[in-house]
């Protein structure tokens, strides 16, 4: 039973994961303006794409080795990333091309690495029994934050320059939202400085490793999907040529509304059957809808919205319950430490997996390009149910697993 100052910390934190994280594919969502307005081809836009995933692997390899969630106060820096994250996306307008607006965006990814970690840290500190619903609900909140910037363009015909500007503005309000969220009474004493911490955790501790070994195999996944799936619509509509509009709901809908449900979802089920069960479940489900991709490339409207509306929840199921883990299975003064390494790890394969699929498309086209998607959560998988005969596994979920 929860009390009233966890659902408020939980409320407040959620709301400012939604509000912050929307600066981050706001690029993304207006790609097809600026390839009116600038020319953008192809791997320009790829560029808008991945040097984000760089900007959050470089803040998160700082954030780990400066131990800057264990020994800041969290809503602190959570606020502060949140208002350099909006001043930085709102640079945007500003620039006139690729050459200003690929440092701009790179400062993006820098400063939401300050929001992640110390999120679901703070989230942790309220919650030593709930941890995985508890998780999934931030975790969902960044997810329908990455998908607000296509319901802004998905609303009509909005100029590119106010998605950029309602973005930038709600990460503002990120800030002001967090503000008042102390943490709660699992919170340790701020450890001194070791710059080692996390690797030499993830090194010497073969749960954490697995923990992540699963992980990285769900980021392989994540946000190449999310970084795409607006062009496999659009690909997959061609003949009845899809607007801006339809577009961008479809795209909200699979990423923002299915994922927070896949994730809030999820989390109930993994504090009740344990979290390796749950993520092994929907990494499973996730490497099916790849498998299943050229099959609905093809297909009716309906079929193909169903299909990405299950997708969109299984893909982003499982995120939550790797950082839940995190926090079970380290030395909890440095838990945040070791959960921002680990986020650098997945980010940085993202980097690949986002630039495969734009060649997968030259190479077989559309109707194949995700299918080296599922490559990532089957393998994650395996990882998760070695990590579940460990003995070790019996922290996570108060022994469920």
């Known amino acids: 039973m929860t009390t009233k100052e966890q659902r408020r910390a939980l409320g407040l934190v959620a709301l400012a994961a939604v509000l912050a994280n929307a600066s981050w594919f706001s690029a993304t969502a207006i790609v097809p303006a600026l390839e009116d307005q600038w020319h953008l081809t192809a791997d320009g836009a790829a560029w808008l794409v991945v040097v984000v995933q760089i900007g959050?692997?470089?803040?998160?390899?700082?954030?780990?080795?400066?131990?800057?969630?264990?020994?800041?106060?969290?809503?602190?820096?959570?606020?502060?990333?949140?208002?350099?994250?909006?001043?930085?996306?709102?640079?945007?307008?500003?620039?006139?091309?690729?050459?200003?607006?690929?440092?701009i965006r790179l400062l993006v990814g820098i400063a939401l690495a300050g929001v992640y970690?110390?999120?679901?840290?703070?989230?942790?500190?309220?919650?030593?029994?709930?941890?995985?619903?508890?998780?999934?609900?931030?975790?969902?909140?960044?997810?329908?934050?990455?998908?607000?910037?296509?319901?802004?363009?998905?609303?009509?015909?909005?100029?590119?320059?106010?998605?950029?500007?309602?973005?930038?503005?709600?990460?503002?309000?990120?800030?002001?939202?967090?503000?008042?969220?102390?943490?709660?009474?699992?919170?340790?004493?701020?450890?001194?400085?070791?710059?080692?911490?996390?690797?030499?955790?993830?090194?010497s501790e073969r749960p954490l490793r697995l923990a992540t070994m699963g992980y990285l195999g769900h980021m392989w996944e994540l946000y190449a999907l999310w970084s795409w799936l607006a062009a496999f619509f659009v690909a997959a509509r061609a003949d009845s040529r899809p607007g801006p509009a339809q577009t961008g709901v479809v795209t909200f809908l699979a990423i923002g509304v299915a994922g927070l449900l896949g994730a809030v979802v999820a989390g109930r089920l993994a504090d009740r059957l344990g979290r390796t069960t749950i993520t092994s479940a929907a990494m499973l489900l996730s490497a099916a809808c790849c498998l299943a991709s050229p099959l609905i490339y093809g297909a009716a409207l309906p079929v193909l919205v169903v299909v990405l509306l299950i997708w969109g929840a299984a893909v982003i199921a499982d995120s939550a319950q790797f950082s839940a883990a995190v926090t079970e299975l380290a030395e909890?003064?440095?838990?945040?430490?070791?959960?921002?390494?680990?986020?650098?790890?997945?980010?940085?394969l993202t980097i690949v997996s986002i630039q495969l699929v734009p060649l997968a498309v030259s190479l077989a086209g559309w109707r194949y390009a995700l299918l080296p998607l599922a490559i990532g959560p089957l393998l994650g998988t395996v990882a998760m149910l070695r990590l579940r005969r460990l003995p070790a596994a019996l922290a996570l979920a108060n022994g469920r697993r």
Do not use: K
């Open 56 to 103: 959050f692997v470089t803040g998160s390899v700082g954030a780990a080795m400066l131990n800057l969630p264990d020994r800041l106060q969290p809503r602190w820096l959570i606020a502060g990333s949140s208002v350099a994250a909006g001043l930085c996306n709102l640079a945007l307008l500003l620039t006139h091309g690729l050459a200003l607006a690929l440092p």
């Open 332 to 348: 909890p003064r440095y838990a945040g430490s070791v959960l921002a390494l680990q986020l650098a790890l997945g980010f940085t």
């Open 117 to 203: 970690a110390p999120a679901v840290r703070l989230v942790a500190t309220h919650f030593e029994r709930g941890r995985g619903v508890a998780t999934g609900v931030v975790v969902g909140g960044l997810t329908l934050g990455s998908g607000t910037p296509h319901l802004v363009r998905g609303l009509g015909h909005v100029p590119w320059e106010v998605t950029i500007a309602v973005t930038s503005v709600l990460a503002g309000l990120a800030a002001v939202a967090v503000s008042t969220v102390r943490s709660g009474p699992a919170a340790v004493s701020s450890p001194p400085l070791d710059v080692g911490a996390a690797v030499r955790a993830l090194a």
